[in-house]
């Protein structure tokens, strides 16, 4: 079957780097996307990769190889509002669109 | 743009009962997904439409569920005869496609959370 795999928890310093590693067992997908989620809130788009390499959007950059069949989140210059869960997710050929469990990243002061 | 709005925000019902769930994508998109999500899990696909044809639908998702979005605009997501497993959050996301394929961002609504007591 399709899945995706993500550490349940990582934790972080405030004002320190954090990568949020996202594996994968699917075939044939059109990209991959990353989503953050606070307590009680709803998902919102972080970041996209359709092609391999390295997508920069401001603090938060993403990465895919399909090769490898992996991809990461990395979030910058840490602040105590990116505290929150991170969704990797995927879109199959047939759209039914897979997400991770998501990684809990708790940030120190 | 108000961004994609849900109703009810919380729904109490007991098992076996119907419960309905409204869901207003952002005016201008043309796809709307319905998702579900539990405690510590990530969202579930249960089923999509362009515009007002439902496009895929879970494999996952029994017969006591249906969805539709008659006009292309609002939908709806029905379960009939609850069961206590159907207690989660209800989210919905609208999105407008096209350009490059997968390239589409959701925007999520702030969901609809069920307790099936």
């Known amino acids: 079957g399709q899945s995706l795999e993500q550490p349940s928890e990582v934790t972080a310093v405030e004002g320190a780097i954090v990568q949020i590693n996202c594996t994968y067992q699917t075939s044939g997908f059109y990209g991959l996307s990353w989503y953050q989620q606070h307590d009680g809130g709803a998902p919102t788009f972080l970041s996209y990769?359709?092609?391999?390499g390295l997508e920069e959007t401001g603090r938060f950059s993403s990465f895919l190889s399909r090769s490898d069949s992996y991809g990461y989140l990395l979030l910058q210059e840490l602040q105590m509002k990116d505290s929150a869960s991170y969704f990797c997710a995927v879109r199959p050929r047939d759209d039914k669109i897979i997400f991770g469990k998501g990684t809990r990243l708790h940030i120190l002061p | 743009d108000t961004g994609v709005s849900q109703d009810p925000r919380h729904k109490i019902t007991k098992r076996g009962q119907n419960v309905t769930f409204r869901c207003d994508p952002i005016s201008e998109h043309n796809r709307l997904y319905w998702y579900r999500q539990t405690l510590g899990q990530g969202p579930e696909f249960l089923t999509y439409?362009?515009?007002?044809?439902?496009?895929?639908k879970s494999r996952l998702l029994s017969d006591r569920f249906s969805a539709e979005r008659p006009k292309g605009s609002f939908s709806t997501l029905e379960i009939q005869r609850t069961e206590q497993g159907d207690s989660a959050m209800y989210l919905c996301?609208?999105?407008?496609?096209?350009?490059?394929?997968?390239?589409?961002?959701?925007?999520f609504g702030p969901g609809t959370r069920l307790l099936v007591l």
């Open positions: 990769n359709g092609l391999d």
């Open positions: 996301a609208s999105s407008l496609a096209g350009g490059q394929r997968g390239q589409e961002t959701q925007y």
């Open positions: 439409f362009q515009n007002e044809a439902q496009l895929e």
